[in-house]
């Protein structure tokens, strides 16, 4: 065979093996671009609501919050298993998540950790029938009631109104709590979660 068609044939193979590595090169990063992907679709999917309020408040992101046809855009003080707190400066402001329409705009400033020693929305509730400060709270339905928190009981409160009256509220049906009250913090530091994610994303 003539030297020259030995180098063409020999060229030919590299540009074959050459072919060939970046083939499989080019699919394995595409492969890894696809776990990454589902890796962080998984652990969204396992995320609950708490956890993705809690990482915007972290984060500083802005929370909105719809619920009991109120708009609450205030910063969120505390996260706990199923409310969130938000403040306007004055109140203290308890949104039970289960009931709420959150929306959250990212920001790349600011950020906080505040986990509330009052785990839950019914362990909030009674904080404030402990302190016995007035409070106004608003229903799933839009109504509202105004006065002191008498009782937490097993599956109500009880409401003591400016007049004396009693009004009886279903714990099931209360979607927002304003109070001057602010929930007691648990002071251990708390690692700042953050989702894994694409590059150029934020989790």
């Known amino acids: 065979m003539p030297e020259g068609q030995n180098a063409k044939n020999g060229d030919g193979f590299e540009e074959l ?10 699919r394995i990063r595409e492969e890894a671009a696809d776990d990454e992907e589902l890796t962080h679709l998984l652990r969204l999917r396992r995320r609950s609501l708490a956890d ?3 990482t915007a408040m972290h984060r500083g992101d802005r929370i909105t919050v719809q619920v009991a046809g109120l708009v609450l855009d205030y910063p969120a003080f505390a996260v706990g298993q199923d409310f969130v707190t ?9 949104v ?6 959150i929306r959250i705009t990212p920001s790349r400033h600011g950020g906080s950790s505040g986990r509330p020693q009052a785990a839950t929305f019914r362990a909030r509730l009674a904080e404030h029938e402990q302190e016995t400060h007035p409070v106004e709270i608003y229903m799933v ?24 009256l009693l009004s009886y509220l279903p714990t099931g049906t ?15 530091p708390q690692p700042n979660p953050r989702l894994p994610g694409p590059p150029d994303g934020r989790g």
Request: net charge positive.
């Open 17 to 26: 093996a050459r072919g060939l590595r970046e083939s499989v090169g080019r």
């Open 141 to 164: 339905t839009g109504e509202s009631a105004t006065g002191s928190l008498e009782v937490v009981a097993s599956d109500h409160v009880v409401v003591r109104e400016p007049s004396g």
């Open 86 to 94: 938000l403040t306007d400066g004055m109140r203290f402001i308890d």
């Open 52 to 54: 993705a309020v809690r």
């Open 96 to 101: 039970r998540l289960a009931v709420a329409a």
């Open 174 to 188: 209360i979607a927002v709590v304003f109070s001057p009250f602010p929930p007691r913090i648990d002071r251990i």
